[in-house]
């Protein structure tokens, strides 16, 4: 890997919390791990809906402001659910 492109990774994660540190780590382990599928990279790449997720975020194109939780509320939902 180009170390300009470490060195940039590696800046912008310094002064992050601990708990971001192992999201990210994550995040990597995941792509690491997918990466050994042979066809990993061309299933993301022409990756496509399904016609139910296609579906579903159709009806979800005219909703307004109040059709939607409260940022207060989700990240109250996601804390709990996740110690996000």
Do not use: C
Not at 29 to 56: F, M, P, V
């Amino acid at each position: 890997m180009n170390s300009n492109t470490l060195h940039i990774i590696n800046q912008k994660l310094k002064d992050e919390p601990e708990e971001i540190l192992k999201q990210v780590l994550g995040y990597l382990d995941g792509i690491l791990e997918k990466k050994s599928q042979k066809d990993w990279y061309e299933h993301n790449l022409n990756y496509q809906l399904t016609d139910a997720q296609k579906r579903e975020l159709d009806a979800m194109e005219n909703l307004t402001d109040e059709d939607f939780m409260p940022i207060e509320d989700f990240f109250a939902e996601m804390k709990a659910k996740y110690g996000v």
